[in-house]
């Protein structure tokens, strides 16, 4: 099984900026993709950014410019890195990770989230 433990999650003035990590750990073959979805209040739900284990990474457009997704493989970890944060930034962040197992296959694991909010 794998366990994702995010970090970093906080209020943040507009402007700020905040740097989220998640850390894979538990029993498993390789972690492939890793990245980051976002839930508002309103449920919504929205892939922020990914980054393959080659370190090819995709952004949402209204992450384009503003955020930094990367990752260590030796530490099974991926960071976002938040800057010019808005108030529509506000969420709970949830981390996410393709992992591949021996005799399990493919599965996809999920985080607690953390929360990130910004104010105006």
């Known amino acids: 099984q794998v366990e994702l433990a995010e970090s970093g999650g906080g209020l943040v003035q507009t402007g700020g900026s905040l740097r989220l990590s998640c850390v894979a750990s538990?029993?498993?073959?390789?972690?492939?993709?890793m990245g980051w979805y976002r839930q508002t209040p309103e449920n919504q739900r929205e892939l922020v950014a990914d980054?393959?284990?080659?370190?090819?990474?995709s952004y949402a457009d209204s992450a384009k410019g503003r955020f930094t997704i990367s990752r260590d493989n030796a530490k099974n970890t991926v960071y976002l890195q938040m800057d010019k944060l808005k108030p529509e930034d506000t969420a709970a962040y949830l981390c996410?990770?393709?992992?591949?197992?021996?005799?399990?296959?493919?599965?996809?694991?999920w985080g607690q989230g953390t929360q990130v909010t910004v104010s105006s």
């Open positions: 980054v393959s284990r080659g370190g090819s990474a």
């Open positions: 538990g029993s498993f073959g390789i972690i492939n993709t």
């Open positions: 996410y990770a393709n992992a591949y197992t021996m005799g399990r296959g493919a599965t996809v694991h």
